[in-house]
């Protein structure tokens, strides 16, 4: 049994193994990649941003030792910078060459078909391997060993673009129309689809993966990350500034504090040599937790009311 079997053999060495690199994951999260791997099929995470859906992919790759392949989404996107192009200056170059070969290609040639057969037969080449430039998902699915495929806020795309997706999706192969079709060359990438929510989803592309949705953390999830990430926290000061991050969560802000803003706080109040939170410390830090002066000028009224609570 390889690496990659042993470490996907059940849910629970799963789970091990992400904690073991740091990505502390809830029994779903772990049983969904787990059946992603056995049962081969892409898995479409949703969430509100800052919740880990990009991380769990990269830390799949370095869990499973295989390369990291990530297309990033937005809107134009097209299957010229997500699938190939033809490299054309290449081409260009090519035809210049074929000018000035030409009466040598053409010599000997009896009329105008066979000389049209010759010049046909060269004119295939322009649309061969060798001017075809691979874009990432032609890349994963050329990756002999597998790899991770990482599809990244899918959301940002248009919605003729997942129609482009719908082939790699189900079967791991793309048509191409002048050199026909591309299968994986032996194991079929992991795929992983991340999306922010902010445009629904079609239900083709849905159909075709598995379903993860990860909400914010709870406070024992999110300690457990802050610990596994920034060790140096003393225990108290860690469940202190949890407690504090799940209390703004229930105000009404523009945006939310995600779990990558409360280990970016974490690792704020260890270079201020903070043992405990004090409202004067949280005022000042705000900035590291909160993108929006509105939220800020919001939440400092709050902010003595807030520590006293998870201090007490």
């Not at 129609?163 to 795929?191: F, H, N, R, W």
Request: hydrophobic fraction near 40%; charge should be negative; proline fraction near 5%.
């Amino acid at each position: 049994m390889g690496d990659i079997e042993r470490i996907a053999a059940s849910v629970a060495s799963l789970q091990e193994s992400f904690e073991a690199h740091n990505y502390i994951c809830s029994d779903q999260i772990a049983t969904a990649v787990f059946l992603a791997y056995q049962l081969r099929k892409p898995i479409l995470i949703e969430g509100p941003p800052g919740v880990g859906k990009t991380e769990l992919a990269k830390t799949a790759a370095e869990m499973f030792a295989l390369p990291l392949i990530r297309l990033q989404c937005y809107e134009g996107l097209d299957e010229s910078k997500a699938i190939y192009e033809w490299k054309y200056g290449k081409q260009l170059l090519y035809t210049q060459v074929l000018k000035e070969a030409l009466d040598e290609i053409l010599q000997g040639a009896k009329g105008f078909k066979e000389s049209v057969k010759r010049l046909h037969d060269f004119g295939d080449i322009f649309f061969s391997e060798e001017f075809l430039e691979p874009r990432p998902l032609l890349k994963a699915l050329r990756e002999e060993n597998g790899c991770v495929l990482l599809i990244d806020e899918i959301d940002k795309a248009d919605n003729e673009f997942e129609s482009l997706l719908l082939e790699i999706l189900s079967d791991y192969q793309v048509s191409i129309p002048e050199i026909g079709t591309v299968k994986a060359v032996a194991e079929p990438p992991m795929v992983f689809l991340t999306s922010n929510n902010t445009r629904e989803i079609s239900d083709a592309l849905k159909r075709r993966c598995l379903h993860l949705y990860i909400p914010f953390p709870d406070s024992d999830i999110e300690q457990r990350i802050v610990a596994a990430r920034i060790p140096e926290v003393p225990p108290e000061l860690r469940r202190q500034l949890v407690e504090f991050i799940h209390e703004l969560r229930t105000l009404d802000l523009k945006k939310q504090p995600a779990i990558s803003e409360t280990i970016d706080w974490a690792r704020t109040l260890v270079l201020l040599h903070a043992e405990a939170l004090d409202p004067k410390m949280v005022t000042d830090t705000l900035n590291v937790i909160l993108k929006f002066q509105e939220d800020i000028e919001n939440v400092t009224s709050e902010v003595n009311s807030i520590t006293a609570r998870i201090t007490k």
